[in-house]
């Protein structure tokens, strides 16, 4: 397996700002991190995938000037919900994919994000 | 966008009942798999069946593919009340590389 990790878990911000949600990989080097978004009792929806040392690629109909998405290092991508509004109140979840095999795709804990 | 379906949307059992979960997609696959999820927590894998098989087992869990039908069922035999979460199948293909397509998902309740 492997072990990934989401920080924060929860956060709670106002309409307008901007928020800041890292996912870790702990115990291997991923190049390939995918974000998910998943509203109340619905399915996991693929926002982007997230390339280590480029540019993420957003699936359609995600902003990519709203969803910032960068991968610095084969550790750690960070995922910014700017301006952010109620609406995208949402869980989000990132996975890390281990040596490109598609069964080996784990998933973060995920966070839980609430704009007032 | 989503791809899968999955039925039923809601399923409420007795522990030790078996549970029957189904999951239909759309376009060409070269793997299924499915999850599982605790109620507002990360996804776990349970099992991934290829294209080009029909049945896998993993200990409780029976998971078949029927690529003529574009469907796939999951059973968990002799279920537990800590088998219940949500089940969601996922799909990858040829265009997609590693990026998975979800279904709707199930939920499944075992009661005590």
């Known amino acids: 397996g492997a072990v990934v990790s989401q920080h924060p878990s929860w956060v709670i911000c106002k309409s307008g700002t901007s928020v800041k949600i890292e996912c870790r990989s702990l115990d291997f080097q991923a190049t390939t991190m995918f974000w998910y978004r998943q509203f109340p009792k619905q399915s996991l929806m693929l926002m982007a995938t997230?390339?280590?040392?480029?540019?993420?690629?957003?699936e359609q109909g995600v902003e990519k000037d709203k969803f910032l998405i960068n991968h610095a290092s084969l550790t750690l991508s960070t995922l910014t919900v700017t301006s952010a509004h109620p609406e995208d109140s949402s869980f989000y979840i990132c996975?890390?994919?281990?040596?490109?095999?598609?069964?080996?795709?784990?998933f973060g804990p995920g966070t839980r994000l609430t704009v007032t | 966008s989503q791809q899968g379906e999955e039925d039923p949307q809601a399923l409420s059992i007795q522990e030790g009942e078996n549970a029957t979960m189904n999951c239909s997609y759309k376009t060409s696959i070269n793997n299924l798999q499915w999850y599982r999820q605790n109620s507002g927590r990360g996804l776990v894998h349970l099992i991934l069946?290829?294209?080009?098989?029909r049945e896998k087992h993993s200990g409780r869990l029976r998971v078949t593919l029927d690529t003529s039908k574009k469907s796939s069922s999951l059973l968990i035999t002799a279920s537990r009340a800590a088998d219940t979460a949500s089940y969601f199948c996922?799909?990858?293909?040829?265009?997609?590389?590693?990026?998975?397509?979800f279904g709707e998902g199930t939920q499944l309740t075992v009661n005590p």
């Open positions: 997230s390339n280590e040392g480029s540019k993420a690629t957003y």
């Open positions: 996975s890390v994919l281990k040596g490109g095999f598609v069964d080996e795709q784990y």
């Open positions: 069946i290829r294209s080009n098989e």
């Open positions: 996922a799909t990858d293909g040829q265009t997609s590389g590693s990026r998975l397509t």
